[in-house]
């Protein structure tokens, strides 16, 4: 099997590059941050009011019995059989997210499932820690990454689009606190493997980053 390794910061369209491109190349594309944010949006249904405490988060995962399922080459994230993949884009969800996945039992919990697919399939996978953790001996690896600014930018104008009143400040001031977190974290912390192709899309617009995500990882094929 061929495995695509993308990992890179919130913010960069890694999920929107990776899907792209996936479906060019006639992979399967798997969103591992939908799993975290799955286990978030199950801790806060189950009452949980601090995610970042492993004594709240840990006991809520007896009950996340989470799949992933692909419906017409898309990925659907299940929680319990209901199809959350809309519920999981919240942006409370989002920080949770990122909380949670710094439990190790959380990461512990959702790393069969994700090399099982990858085991099975030739896939794409994006998150924070796939090259080098998850999905180590991957083929291909790429740090997809860009400014902070740009990718507050591109998140306003996405949110705003979508009708929601939203500020530029504190979109890019929760960008640069889930960097932060995200690389600064005691288990899998963000960042690139040593093997892995560093792809910077901040001056570039998103079909061109898909163009430029294809190309590299055509030329290493």
């Known amino acids: 099997m061929i495995n695509v390794a993308i990992d890179g ?3 960069a369209g890694k999920s929107t590059i990776a899907r792209r491109a996936a ?10 941050g939908a799993l975290y944010r799955t286990v978030a949006l199950n801790a806060l249904r189950s009452g949980v009011e601090n995610t970042k405490n492993p004594e709240e988060v ?8 989470i799949e992933l399922k692909f419906i017409d080459g898309e990925q659907h994230v299940f929680l319990r059989d209901e199809d959350v993949s809309q519920a999981i884009r919240q942006n409370e969800v989002s920080m949770a997210a990122s909380n949670v996945s710094s439990i190790p039992e959380v990461r512990s919990f959702l790393f069969d499932l994700q090399r099982n697919i990858a085991k099975n399939n030739d896939c794409i996978m994006d998150g924070r820690d796939i090259g080098t953790v998850v999905l180590p001996d991957a083929k291909i690896k790429i ?12 998140r306003f104008k996405e949110l705003k689009e979508k009708g929601q ?19 600064n974290r005691a288990t899998a912390p963000l960042k ?11 001056e570039i617009n998103l079909e061109e980053s898909i ?11």
Not at 23 to 31: S, W
Not at 192 to 202: G, I, P, R, W
């Open 58 to 65: 840990i006991p809520t995962l007896t009950n996340a019995k």
């Open 9 to 11: 910061p919130a913010g």
């Open 192 to 202: 690139q493997a040593e093997d892995a192709v560093l792809v910077d899309t901040t």
């Open 23 to 32: 479906a060019e190349l006639g992979f399967i594309y798997v969103d591992t």
């Open 165 to 183: 009143d939203v500020s530029y400040d504190v979109i890019l001031k929760e960008i640069i606190e889930r960097d932060n977190q995200d690389m």
């Open 143 to 154: 740090f997809l990454t860009a400014s902070a600014e740009a990718r507050a930018d591109r």
């Open 211 to 221: 163009e430029l995500m294809i190309k590299t990882i055509k030329e290493r094929l």
